[in-house]
């Protein structure tokens, strides 16, 4: 899989090619092939915008790229709200819930991918997201 096809993958997932320049999810993709290479041995990352640069990451965990895609996309929209000073504290709350629920599928990706690869988690230090702590 190249990058190109990876990133037509993503914007299934988040169906806004405006909301979501391919800058943006090229840099997303990076940060979640390096958190997946921390897991499993290091992988090269694609130059951003080479849509025929190998992704290193197997097709069958692709997955986990996606599903950290999806936490960033979440977590932005939630700290863009945030910034707005206004009566949306419900809609607040629940871009941050789903921001967690993105966080949680993830780690899910994650172990699950460990589990059956019998291989165990290396101790990484975990990023910080925010003042929330996620």
Request: charged share 20%; hydrophobic share 50%; net charge negative.
């Amino acid at each position: 899989m190249n990058l190109g096809e990876l990133r037509a993958l993503v914007r299934l997932t988040l169906a806004s090619a405006a909301a979501w320049p391919d800058a943006t999810l090229d840099g997303w993709i990076g940060q979640g092939i390096r958190l997946y290479g921390a897991h499993f041995g290091e992988v090269a990352v694609p130059a951003a915008g080479d849509d025929t640069a190998a992704v290193g990451v197997p097709e069958i965990h692709i997955e986990a790229i996606t599903a950290y895609v999806a936490f960033a996309a979440q977590y932005e929209l939630q700290a863009d709200e945030a910034v707005v000073v206004d009566a949306s504290t419900v809609v607040l709350s629940q871009l941050g819930q789903e921001a967690r629920r993105a966080w949680d599928r993830y780690k899910d990706v994650m172990d699950r991918l460990v589990w059956l690869g019998g291989g165990t988690i290396v101790d990484v230090p975990q990023p910080v997201w925010g003042d929330i702590g996620l």
